[in-house]
Nanobody, 125 residues
Framework: QERLVQSGGGSVQAGGSLKLSCDASRYTYSRDCMGWFRQAPGKEREGVAFIYNDGDSTLYADSVKGRFTISQDNAKNTLYLQMNSLKPEDTAMYYC??????????????????WSQGTQVTVSS
């Protein structure tokens, strides 16, 4: 699997903001969709936000709607996640992922054939 390269993350107080970036230049398949997932200790990996290549339509988990914004710069093959109004429950390892066309929902991690190394986001109260 080609590895996506992620940057950003860190620690912030509740109400603060962070931005994640993901370099997809080494993903050689035709991209259908890219997205962000997160996994907190003891919990399953959760789909957070997704963006399609054909017109930039987006999807968000209910838990982040209105606070997180996913975007992409196709010229730079870079995916972003702007996270505002962060809450302690947003604390998790965050991963970006890319997929080609298949029958899986974008919220299903099985849909993706390339992942980043992940970065930690910690929100303190």
């Amino acid at each position: 699997q080609e590895r996506l390269v992620q940057s950003g993350g860190g620690s912030v107080q509740a109400g603060g903001s962070l931005k994640l970036s993901c370099d997809a230049s080494r993903y050689t398949y035709s991209r259908d969709c890219m997205g962000w997932f997160r996994q907190a200790p003891g919990k399953e990996r959760e789909g957070v936000a997704f963006i399609y290549n054909d017109g930039d339509s987006t999807l968000y988990a209910d838990s982040v709607k209105g606070r997180f914004t996913i975007s992409q710069d196709n010229a730079k093959n870079t995916l972003y996640l702007q996270m505002n109004s962060l809450k302690p429950e947003d604390t998790a390892m965050y991963y970006c992922a890319a997929k080609t066309w298949n029958g899986y929902s974008p919220f299903d991690s099985r849909a993706y054939n390339s992942w980043s190394q992940g970065t930690q986001v910690t929100v303190s109260s």
